[in-house]
């Protein structure tokens, strides 16, 4: 599961990697993030299905279809698992033409600890300052009168790296591949092909205080390296 993200990297550090793609007038309102929630705003980049333009905009996290009635079903659809994809009917539909690749530079997870504690973890990308995760998208209009657009984070198994803390991780997208998955061109069989587990030394990882619990809680402080606190 991937419940908090973080974005602290200015856009200056990792805009011009999306110029082929976007126009990032978007940022102008930009602020870094060290504790990102379920609900809150995320960064992504979509293709519009209409005219196939690549955006990056922001989107409510928390995936809440289009015939739903309530937002709060979003609060259940945080992550979406890739085995399930094809089958889940709040997810065939996005995943043929509502794909796009959430901006994070780190995520947390909580590893259980022997005494039924949990020790949170910030992960990261260990050679770059960003990542960009696969997702999808949709616009509901029902639950408020008036169009939302809300992503989810496609997950797969962890890889050897982080099975000690999790069993799962955000699937990560390598340029290349991210290009594909944007593409309105490809169908939802030749994007899910595309989801694949990063490889075992993508990422780095570092203990953190239980100060990030509190979904409040803003601010380098989240991201500090700690002993093991258990």
């Keep these: 599961m991937c419940g908090r993200m973080t974005l602290k990297t ?16 978007v940022l102008g309102g930009w602020e870094p993030r060290y504790n990102i929630a379920p609900t809150q705003d995320i960064l992504a980049v979509a293709s519009d299905p209409e ?9 409510r996290w928390g995936l809440v279809p289009g015939w739903a009635s309530d937002l709060s079903i979003g609060n259940r659809m945080i992550n979406a698992r890739m085995e399930t994809l094809p089958e ?4 065939s539909g996005p995943l043929n033409k509502r794909r796009c690749l959430i901006i994070a530079d780190g995520y947390y997870e909580w590893q259980k600890m022997p005494n ?10 260990a050679k770059q300052s960003t990542m960009l995760i696969a997702g999808l998208w949709e616009t509901n209009r029902k639950a408020t009168g008036t169009p939302i657009r809300t992503c989810t984070i496609i997950t ?10 999790h069993d799962r991780m955000p699937i990560v997208l390598e340029f290349e591949a991210a290009e594909k998955w944007l593409d309105q061109e490809a169908d939802g069989q030749a994007a899910y092909s595309l989801l694949q587990p990063i490889a075992d030394d993508y990422f780095s990882m570092r203990q953190v205080s239980t ?15 700690v002993q093991s606190l258990f």
């Design 51 to 59: 005219d196939h333009s690549p955006a990056l905009d922001y989107f």
């Design 88 to 91: 889940k009917r709040s997810f």
């Design 10 to 25: 200015a856009p200056s550090e990792w805009g011009q990697l999306l110029l082929p793609l976007v126009n990032a007038d």
């Design 211 to 225: 100060y990030v619990n509190n979904a409040r809680h803003e601010g380098q402080q989240c991201i500090e390296e």
């Design 156 to 165: 797969t198994s962890a890889n050897q790296s982080l099975s000690q803390i």
């Design 116 to 125: 039924g504690k949990k020790q949170p973890w910030w992960i990261t990308p």
